[in-house]
């Protein structure tokens, strides 16, 4: 399915990571796990066989937001929570490009909560990907609309008293047509799916959980450590995760949970089928990751749908209706249907 | 059969309940008046709410019309004929009223009830009240509901043709050719042919009221103006903006994108562009103000000229975008319709309190090109001119329009768009600098060194990948810099980039028709009209009065300083409380006399020339 670049010019000569690498130093902490994202996405970029100057990067900002300036085509850094506004006026205008939005919890969900939920329910051909670190970093350590209750920052002192967003629940909310999660200390699962994001026709959200060693070290190392788990979601294939021991179940009252494998019937083995036009499953799954201290998330692709995306809509509309002579259109325009002529009188 | 009298001018205003369909009356009697050839001025004036209590004051909705046979450039102050459809119609505008005027009254309202919801006490039908001017009592809504009884309407509905026998009438009245009104009547009720030959039926019994009953002794007769020679329509301000937009665009090459989010009184300006599909317009009505300019922003970004429409509050919202629009060098246009302020302050009323804004909203050292169009039809070439400095200087630019132009309606002689300039969008191709390295590199801020335009490159364009964004840039390369003498290099070279168009900008014209004139009238965007209907009146007093208009207010003209100090006296006025009369001080250390009004209407000319009598004896007691 490379729908999702239909319409993006081939390259003709393979490319490489090198030919997605700015000459620009990378200034995020050392440690921090934008690292891992830039180089995989700069690897991912280079499969995807189209030409490196149709790709367009646009930001807002925070720590991830610099994100842009290391890949070498073209891109903006632009304003806090307005990325996917400004991406939309590119995707709408260039059906030509592959377009991508790089923001982070604090700038999709908290100023610019507006913008994501409208460029996901319009479902605009642009990939978003969202950095996940559950703090402020670039402001220097407040809490954000992801960190769990109680959480104690600068800003926060006595304890967060805000409940956080889960922000697959609210993709799915917003009528998101592809939702995923990943985590940035996964190369391969990374690589997978903004391959298949980016592949996908229309808004792709892609939660990528990121290590913010600064202000916000080990934040999901609890679900990646023994007392943790991860569960895998694979289309077509039974939700089944540590080592086998425990499942997604949907029970008798209709709700899915985990269970114990060794308790339950095969048959009651939920299969992940990505492609529900339903959303409820999908947000059922999303809800299986904790609110507070992260011990257990599903990651993987929660949904992926096909459905028109409003840029193609719009060139649509317009190809159908567009004067073959617009210079002859427009003059007729503008005279209207109520014209009169006036002759030089003395006055 | 009625006398036929000439008249040099009318100033005809009609006035009713917010669902009366005064609007269209007027709208209708306008392109009557305008295609007989007269030159006409129109000002709509109706309630923000859409439906305001049947009855009351706060629910009446007008529409003046100026119409002539000479160039005229305002709606006139005070109407010589008020159309009344009901007591409140008649109560809020009587005062207006010029004293002798005409009123042709509905009286079907005027019941002990709806006079008492406006606190009259008496009928002033039949106290005498209104011994100083002509009245026509008439049923109006009886007459009407007479002509249609022969369709099966409800009552509601027949009472509702009521402007339509009321236009006819008029109509009759003024000597109107009525073929273009029975044309949009069939045109607009085409898919339901009840109301619209009930609503035909209603327009010809009110003209045939006028010509067989002998309530009216007089017919008059305006004749045409002289214009110069050519084809001419009727145009309102947003429209001509919306026009001068397309135009722009496609002189440019350019795909037209328009990011906007409704608000009165720009509304229109979006629904035009929507309707311009046909000549290729994109329009994206986005979730919000700021998402509207980030999506034009973006369209500019991938080669498109973005364009955002708004009024005031969204002005204040756009701020952010505007300031990256400045730092990344790219073409914005910005519409800003003006209306009264601040906050939601007087939504379908004009003002000119936003110049401040346009000029130095923003944070940080900013500076952007600001234009505004002085007349409903002046938008069009404003557009333009807005279109042509974002795209050649690669700036965002603001132009200010406002209510009183948005709405109101003029003769528009059609532009003849084979003359009108191309516009060269100049896109970067290839690198334009070298690397440390030696190799070629594309340099995104690299300048033009006559109008310091940075190279612009578009997505898809191979060689010339670069970053942009908020960030202050370093001088050429365009990477991030917080080097200080390169902020203070960037700081300056954006307000010289602004500079450099004032070349590009014709010296301000002065008017002083006697050569004696010591009081210098220097105007910006809609009190054009006001301030050269007044000057005229002036004129024919036997005083001296000179005349200036600005439509580039950042920059300003070249020769604007050495104007002003050439007279003795400068007066600004403005509708709000000085604000061009501010900048002019700062920049040029001359004495302003400021003239402000902020009443939500433009100002009025028999006012301004009384005042401006006043200033102009008052230099000459001195000396």
């Not at chain 1, 294939?237 to 179940?249: A, L, N, T, W």
């Not at chain 2, 944070?363 to 234009?371: A, D, F, I, K």
Request: proline share 6%; glycine share 10%.
């Amino acid at each position: 399915m490379t729908q999702g670049l239909a319409g993006v010019p081939l390259s003709l000569e393979p490319l490489t990571k090198k030919d997605y690498t700015s000459d620009q130093e990378v200034r995020w902490c050392p440690g921090c796990g934008d690292y891992a994202v830039l180089a995989t996405f700069q690897s991912m970029m280079a499969t995807l066989g189209i030409k490196r100057e149709n790709t367009v990067i646009i930001s807002g900002i925070g720590c991830s937001s610099r994100f842009p300036y290391y890949v070498d085509t073209y891109g903006m850094h632009s304003i806090h929570g307005r990325a996917p506004s400004i991406a939309t006026g590119v995707a709408i205008s260039r059906p030509d490009l592959n377009v991508w939005v790089v923001t982070g919890d604090g700038d999709a969900l908290s100023i610019g909560g507006n913008h994501l939920m409208h460029t996901l329910r319009r479902n605009v051909n642009v990939t978003i990907m969202l950095f996940n670190n559950r703090i402020y970093g670039l402001t220097k350590g407040q809490y954000s609309p992801t960190s769990e209750l109680g959480k104690v920052t600068k800003s926060t002192p006595y304890g967060s008293l805000d409940t956080p967003f889960n922000p697959v629940s609210l993709a799915l909310g917003a009528e998101a047509t592809f939702v995923a999660r990943t985590i940035d200390s996964d190369r391969k699962h990374l690589a997978e799916v903004l391959t298949a994001a980016a592949e996908h026709r229309g808004a792709s959200l892609v939660e990528i959980y990121q290590n913010c060693p600064i202000f916000n070290d080990d934040a999901f190392a609890t679900l990646k450590g023994p007392d943790g788990v991860l569960i895998s979601l694979r289309h077509g294939e039974p939700i089944v995760f540590g080592g086998g021991e425990y499942c997604v179940i949907r029970d008798a009252q209709g709700e899915i949970r985990v269970a114990p494998t060794a308790d339950v019937d095969p048959s009651h083995i939920v299969v992940h089928d990505e492609t529900r036009t339903d959303p409820s499953q999908a947000f059922a799954l999303s809800r299986l990751t904790e609110p507070g201290v992260l011990r257990q998330a599903p990651i993987g692709i929660f949904r992926r749908v096909e459905r028109p995306t409003y840029d193609d809509l719009v060139r649509d509309q317009i190809a159908a209706v567009k004067a073959d002579d617009t210079e002859a259109a427009l003059k007729s325009v503008i005279a209207g249907s109520a014209t009169w002529e006036a002759h030089e009188r003395p006055a | 059969m009625a006398d036929q009298l000439s008249l040099d001018r009318v100033v005809i205003r009609f006035a009713g309940d917010s669902g009366d369909g005064m609007q269209l009356t007027g709208d209708r009697f306008t392109a009557e008046t305008a295609s007989f050839g007269n030159d006409i001025a129109t000002l709509p004036n109706f309630p923000a709410e859409i439906r305001a209590p049947q009855g009351t004051l706060p629910g009446v909705s007008s529409f003046q019309l100026h119409f002539a046979n000479f160039d005229i450039v305002t709606p006139g102050d005070a109407p010589d004929v008020l159309v009344a459809m009901n007591p409140a119609a008649l109560k809020a505008n009587l005062r207006d009223l010029r004293k002798g005027g005409v009123i042709i009254v509905d009286t079907a309202d005027f019941t002990k009830r709806n006079l008492a919801k406006i606190g009259w006490a008496h009928n002033p039908l039949e106290d005498g009240s209104l011994g100083n001017y002509s009245v026509h009592a008439l049923d109006l809504t009886g007459l009407a509901t007479g002509a249609v009884a022969e369709f099966d309407l409800s009552r509601k509905d027949a009472s509702r043709s009521k402007n339509m026998f009321a236009l006819g009438l008029l109509s009759w009245l003024y000597s109107r050719p009525v073929e273009g009104t029975l044309k949009f009547l069939s045109e607009k009720f085409a898919k339901n042919p009840t109301i619209r030959d009930a609503n035909i039926a209603a327009f010809k019994a009110g003209h045939a009221y006028g010509e067989t009953t002998e309530t009216f002794e007089v017919r008059y007769q305006v004749d045409p103006a002289p214009m110069p020679e050519g084809r001419y329509r009727q145009i309102s301000g947003n429209l001509a903006t919306a026009y001068g937009l397309i135009t722009g665009a496609h002189k440019a090459g350019l795909q037209l994108f328009l990011g906007s989010y409704p608000i009165t009184p720009a509304s229109d300006i979006l629904h035009e562009l929507s309707r311009r599909k046909d000549l290729g317009v994109m329009t994206f009505q986005a979730e919000d103000e700021i998402a509207a300019v980030g999506a034009a922003l973006g369209a500019s970004f991938g080669g498109s000229l973005g364009v955002t429409t708004t009024s005031g509050p969204g002005m204040a919202l756009k701020a952010e975008t505007i300031g990256l629009a400045v730092m990344t060098e790219l073409p914005l246009v910005v519409i800003n319709v003006q209306r009264s302020g601040p906050s939601t302050g007087m939504p379908t009323k004009t003002e000119q309190a936003d110049l401040l804004q346009a000029m130095y909203g923003r944070n940080g050292e900013s500076p952007l090109p600001v234009l505004a169009a002085k007349s409903s039809t002046d938008c069009f070439d404003t557009a333009l001119e807005a279109c042509r400095i974002a795209v050649k200087y690669r700036t965002p630019v603001i132009m200010l329009s406002d209510g009183y132009l948005a709405n109101g309606a003029e003769p528009w002689k059609l532009p003849d768009l084979d003359s009108i300039e191309p516009i060269e969008p100049n896109f970067a191709t290839g690198p334009n600098g070298q690397g440390a390295d030696g190799k070629d590199v594309f340099l995104p801020y690299e300048r033009d060194p006559e109008t310091l335009a940075r190279a612009w490159a578009v997505p898809g364009t191979a060689g010339l990948e670069h970053r942009i964004g908020g960030i202050e840039k370093a001088a050429r390369t365009g990477n991030v810099s917080y080097d200080p003498d390169n902020h203070e290099l960037m700081t300056l070279t954006r307000r010289d980039k602004l500079r450099r168009i004032v070349a590009d900008i014709p010296d301000i014209e002065v008017d002083d028709p006697s050569g004696r004139a010591r009081v210098l009238v220097l105007g910006w965007g809609s009190t054009y009209g006001p301030i050269t209907a007044a000057a005229r009146r002036v004129r024919l007093g036997g005083r001296d009065v000179a005349l200036a208009h600005l439509r580039h207010l950042n920059p300003m003209p070249a020769n604007l300083g050495d104007v002003l100090r050439s007279y003795d006296k400068v007066i600004v006025p403005e509708m709000n409380l000085g604000q061009l009369a501010v900048v002019l001080q700062a920049r040029y250390f001359v004495d302003i006399t400021r003239y402000s009004r902020v009443r939500g209407l433009p100002i009025s000319l028999s006012e301004l020339e009384v005042d401006l009598n006043a200033e102009i004896d008052s230099l000459k007691e001195e000396n």
